[in-house]
């Protein structure tokens, strides 16, 4: 980050972040500032890029998409390129929705969403089990979500 957030960049961000569709105006309000300095400052905070991109967010429960499952993933050797395999693999999966690698015993997290268990069946057996580097797939199925954000802490961790 080139520059230090102020109080109001702060506000600016923790804003956008709860709802990207506010204009400038909106925010400005909300902050207690002029219009103009307010959108001078969420572009300088876009152009540094603090804000990736702005998206809408889709009900998955609305849409069908009931099952969330964390699926820990160790792979047959640890060698570069069998990360990068997988990897690169991972990323054209539209169902997993993050990946992570891990310390530990495992090689990875992936956080997967589908409709239901056969839905998640079918992924593993047609998608995740045809990777030749995937020694063990553990599925772990969230039973109630308690708790699910986009928001990054700013209040506490800045």
């Not at 169902?95 to 239901?116: A, N, P």
């Not at 079918?122 to 708790?147: G, N, Q, W, Y």
Request: hydrophobic share 40%; proline share 2%.
């Amino acid at each position: 980050m080139s520059t230090e957030l102020s109080k109001q960049d702060l506000s600016i961000l923790g804003i956008l972040q709860n709802d990207a569709s506010k204009t400038s105006s909106d925010v400005a309000d909300i902050v207690g500032m002029s219009q103009s300095p307010c959108w001078r400052r969420i572009n300088r905070i876009e152009q540094e890029g603090l804000i990736r991109k702005k998206v809408a967010l889709l009900d998955r429960h609305v849409l069908g998409m009931d099952l969330v499952v964390f699926a820990t993933i160790n792979l047959t050797t640890s060698g570069r390129q069998n990360l990068e395999e997988f990897e690169h693999s991972v990323q054209n999966f539209d169902e997993v929705m993050e990946c992570y690698t891990m310390t530990g015993i495992w090689d990875y997290m992936l956080k997967i969403i589908v409709k239901d268990i056969r839905n998640y069946e079918s992924f593993v057996r047609d998608r995740l089990l045809c990777l030749p580097m995937i020694r063990e797939i553990h599925s772990h199925i969230a039973v109630t979500e308690i708790k699910n954000t986009t928001e990054l802490p700013l209040k506490t961790q800045l």
